[in-house]
């Protein structure tokens, strides 16, 4: 095992001295046990019957403000006063005193690639990479200590730090010329390949274009390394597979993540193979975290077989969610816009799928009862899903389908009251509204970032949000997202106003939306996302009140308890219990 000296010692050498959310001791810990004991069962915390003297947001109409939460099993028992909830709990009970600090319903991140998330906790950190010189000299650093056979992978790197050029394999051939990289800028719908990959995966300058995806070429027709949305293939294809027991690590690491943020339920967007890993973990009973895990679109069918056969699942692990692609990503350019890039007047984007296949997709999961989410940035690719959405929902008659449109970030103004319309949930990432923020006025222009990220608009117009992270590509921190969402300050502190002021929320609106929002976009309020009898008992302490606070402190926060079921899963609260 590693003592903490030496693990401070291999941050410091692979660049975390900045890593905003990699730099607290709980986070150390995490890594700790990714690298030694990830493997080792999770202990199962102790069951808390009351929490007393708290000031507890419960998300509840009914009683938006009480003080005390009593739990029995699983669920809450009962929220009221704290005199109420000791007369309840009795003299024996245990009870945990909250001195004033805030309860919230546990944080819905309602979108995430959760075992990504946990992978990239233990790969090459690129994210504040400011030059090409840092990102180089990370690589290398992270090189010299990789095993032999072992790509180097995730990375999330942002070329907009260092003013925009691209990383080419030029930069990183002398210092790797026998271990293979692959490392993806930080949306995920960029990667760069090294010439180990691109030899291992046979591409070269005769390889043909790909339908929905870009390689990038120099002026000799040679590959740079950049792989766009559906190219990026060429490479993935030839990663070998992760083993069974280095996913159950991964989600080991991103499970004890996500509680030091007060994440209690996640909806993973990913693959057939990671609802395997998560099935096994439910199996063994290893889950710390709720899960809603969504599998490609196209195989709507094998999901309607498996659902039919084994059920939808239950409160840790549910089925029954499809994902898709519209379009790309707009850092990366492959956002479908219906006019083109302010910065490249001859490029509109892509579409990562047809839009007859995209159709089809949509239309036999409806038929099959299942829920579906497709992934839309640009204005033309929303316009295309919602336009989608309300064919289907047309023809296979009336029902309570809520459909989603993930990130939907970049509205036409035309298509804003057609979410609550057609009943669609904007699944928006607000931390990416203050990182996008920067630049993304040179890409699109001012007049269309009048309706990016668009929340104010959206509620306006009575849409139900449903508020997540998207972690790899963003952190999976909810506090520093409802911080985005009240402020739109950019996370370079250039615009203290907000960046598209005029679209803020309240602090109210921003729970909301990670509470009660993101369960109704899981089809799950009856059982989750606020504080009311009966519900699980799911939820967060908080050492400061997030309403009573000026907006600008609110990322200061810090998560004190995250309790799931009525289990501990993360404390840093010096409890003060009495007998």
Known sequence: MFGVLEV????????????????????????????????????????????????????????????????????????GSSAEIRKLAGASARIIDARGMMIVPGFIDSHIHFIDGGFGLASVQLRDA??????????????????????????????????GELPRRDWIDSITPNIPVWVQRLDGHMGLANGAALRAAGVTRATPDVDGGTIVRDVNGEPTGIFKDNATGLIGRVIPPPTNEQMQRALDAAMRFVAEQG????????????????ERAHDSGRLRTRIYAAVPLSSWERLRDTVAARGRGDAWLKRGVLKAYV??????????????????????????????????????????GLHVAVHAIGDRAINLILGIFERVAKENGGRDRRFRVEHAQHIAPAD?????????????????????????????????????????????????????????????????????????????????????????ITVDEALRAYTLGA??????????????????????????????????TIRDARVMMTLVGGQVVFNRLDTGETP
């Open 327 to 368: 379009d790309g990503s707009l850092g990366s350019h492959t956002a479908a816009f219906f006019e083109p890039f302010t910065d490249a007047p001859n490029d509109r984007g892509l579409l990562v799928s047809a839009p007859d296949d995209l159709y089809a997709w949509v239309s036999g999961a409806d038929r099959a």
């Open 263 to 278: 994440v209690t339920s996640v909806h993973h967007m990913g693959t057939w193979s990671e609802l395997a890993a998560f």
């Open 416 to 504: 804003i009251p057609r979410f609550a319309t057609l009943g669609v949930v904007p699944s928006m990432q607000p931390y990416h509204a203050i990182d996008d923020g920067r630049w993304a006025d040179r890409v699109i222009g001012a007049e269309r970032s009048r309706t990016t990220y668009a929340f104010r608009s959206l509620l306006d117009a009575r849409a139900r949000l449903a508020f997540g992270s998207d972690w790899y590509v963003a952190p999976p921190t909810p506090l520093e997202g409802i911080y985005a969402a009240v402020t739109r300050r950019t996370i370079d502190e250039k615009q203290p106003g907000g960046w598209v002021p005029e679209q803020k």
């Open 8 to 79: 401070l010692r291999m941050l410091d050498a692979l660049g975390f001295r900045t890593l905003r959310t990699l730099r607290t001791l709980a986070t150390l810990t995490t890594l700790l046990l990714t690298t030694s004991c990830a493997s080792a069962p999770m202990t199962t915390p102790a069951v808390t019957p009351a929490v007393v003297n708290a000031r507890a947001w419960t998300g509840d109409p009914r009683r938006p403000w009480a003080d005390a939460i009593a739990v029995e099993g699983e669920r809450i028992a009962a929220v």
């Open 519 to 552: 369960a109704y976009a899981e089809f799950a309020e009856a059982e989750k996302g606020s504080l009311e009898r009966g519900k699980l008992a799911d939820f967060v302490v908080i050492d400061r009140d997030l309403t009573r606070i000026p907006p600008e």
């Open 130 to 163: 400011r030059t090409p010189s840092e990102f180089i000299a990370r690589i290398k650093a992270f090189a010299a200590s990789a095993p032999p056979g072992t790509w180097i992978t995730e990375g999330n790197w942002d070329h907009e730090l260092w003013g």
